[in-house]
């Protein structure tokens, strides 16, 4: 029997690292381990099996297309082009799998859109950085001025449902992290499976219910 224990004792490895290294206090505030691995699955290896709404589907396809090419977590402070600025598509962090689907999926840039709504309201986002002013490089890049931002877009889903497209936050040991529900479910405990970057690359994963929830968001992805 598949237990929350037993899970939680497979991830020991990944976190011990990651906790004696200094990595899950890193730049972009995302839960992670800065070592490199094999990312686990295949490209637009997918089973949609649902009438999705389209922008929830390409959403989706999106973030697979990360699956494979996306090896690395790598938390550095890099200065980005704005707008359509992204790090190297072999590293990132778990936003960077949000970002890249939001914007190859939907065209839409939440480096732009999370700029732009921070200069207008800064002081309703998180005040954790210290920051006097938005930082187009990094502030898209945080977990949660990423649910600062869907939030404030009026994207709080509260019934319980996940659906293919939705993003949740969750507090792993401490730290802020973001996962892309997908439309996979798993064969051992019947969940979502999600789209994620926790240290090893994008991968597919069945983190629902592993961590406290922070957030639960849809955000543009049940137009018709």
Known sequence: MITRRKVLSGF??????????GALFS???CAGSSE???ARGTALDTVLGEDLPEPARQLIIAAEAQIGLTR???PSYVRLDYPGGDVPLERGVCTDVVIRAYRTGLGLDLQELVHEDMRAAFAD???????????PNIDHRRVPNLAAFFARQGAEVKDGSYRPGDLVTQNVFGRPHIV????????????????HNMGRGTEYGDWL????ETGHFRFRTLAA
């Open 12 to 21: 020991g490895t990944l976190f011990s690292g990651a906790l004696t290294g």
């Open 27 to 29: 730049m972009p505030g």
């Open 36 to 38: 490199a691995g094999e």
């Open 72 to 74: 690395r977590y790598d």
């Open 125 to 135: 986002y998180p005040p954790h950085w210290g920051l006097k002013k938005p930082d």
């Open 180 to 195: 892309v529900v997908s439309a996979k479910t798993s064969p051992l405990t019947g969940r979502r499976r999600v789209i």
């Open 209 to 212: 219910g592993l961590f406290p």
